[in-house]
């Protein structure tokens, strides 16, 4: 059994700043990608920013500069620090990580529960 759990989430003023974070627990053996995608009332969820275990980042052109992904890997965390944050970064908040369960396993996605973020004055 693999769980994500992404505390945090909340109401932020433009301009203001949140951090997300999310720790997968479980039956875990490795963790590949792990990343954060958003969806807002009518939109399609999209990707806003992922790491690779070497490190490697990329994010959504929207949230360039102002998103930075981050990843501790003996607590098998992910964060997100939104900084300059704006109207349109409102969203319903996921992670996912691609894990193996055990040696010989195929890696599989899993998907936090989700959290929301608001950007409001």
């Known amino acids: 059994q693999v769980q994500l759990v992404e505390p945090g989430g909340g109401l932020v003023q433009p301009g203001g700043s949140l951090r997300l974070s999310c720790a997968a627990s479980?039956?875990?053996?490795?963790?590949?990608?792990m990343g954060w995608y958003r969806q807002a009332p009518g939109k399609e969820r999209e990707l806003v920013a992922s790491?690779?275990?070497?490190?490697?980042?990329t994010y959504t052109n929207s949230v360039k500069g102002r998103f930075t992904i981050s990843r501790d890997y003996g607590r098998n965390t992910v964060y997100l620090q939104m900084n300059s944050l704006k109207l349109e970064d409102s969203a319903v908040y996921y992670c996912?990580?691609?894990?193996?369960?055990?040696?010989?396993?195929?890696?599989?996605?899993?998907w936090g529960q989700g959290t929301q973020v608001t950007v409001s004055s």
């Open positions: 790491i690779t275990t070497d490190g490697m980042t």
């Open positions: 479980g039956s875990i053996f490795s963790i590949n990608r």
């Open positions: 996912k990580a691609n894990i193996r369960r055990y040696l010989g396993d195929y890696n599989e996605d899993y």
